[in-house]
């Protein structure tokens, strides 16, 4: 089983919003930086978000800013990106980690679209 298991994607139009959920199945969250990345078609993955294990201090890519914003629920093992203002860029198949990296889950596709 992947350590990780991201949720929550789906199909939404321009300017709509989603929250993607990654629950940590083999390992306790609270000790660890966890962050999402994104790997749209043909490109590399590339970092989003990250939030340090206190939630008191957040990171976003200047791509996101203002639009996403990443929090965390240690009690229940799972790291959120609400996402909202979405753009057909935002298309992609989203995944979660810790930082030191663990292996990688399925990841959750992302489809901004009319």
């Known amino acids: 089983q992947a350590p990780v298991v991201e949720s929550g994607g789906g199909l939404v139009q321009p300017g709509g919003s989603l929250r993607l959920s990654c629950i940590a199945s083999?390992?306790?969250?609270?000790?660890?930086?966890m962050k999402w990345y994104r790997q749209a078609p043909e490109k590399a993955r590339e970092f989003v978000a990250d939030?340090?294990?206190?939630?008191?201090?957040?990171n976003l890519a200047d791509s996101v800013k203002g639009r996403f914003t990443i929090s965390r629920d240690n009690a229940k093992n799972t790291v959120y990106l609400h996402m909202s203002s979405l753009k057909p860029e935002d298309t992609a198949v989203y995944y979660c980690?810790?930082?030191?990296?663990?292996?990688w889950g399925q990841g959750t596709q992302v489809t901004v679209s009319s």
């Open positions: 939030i340090g294990t206190s939630s008191g201090r957040t």
């Open positions: 980690n810790r930082w030191p990296a663990t292996h």
């Open positions: 083999s390992f306790n969250i609270t000790g660890y930086v």
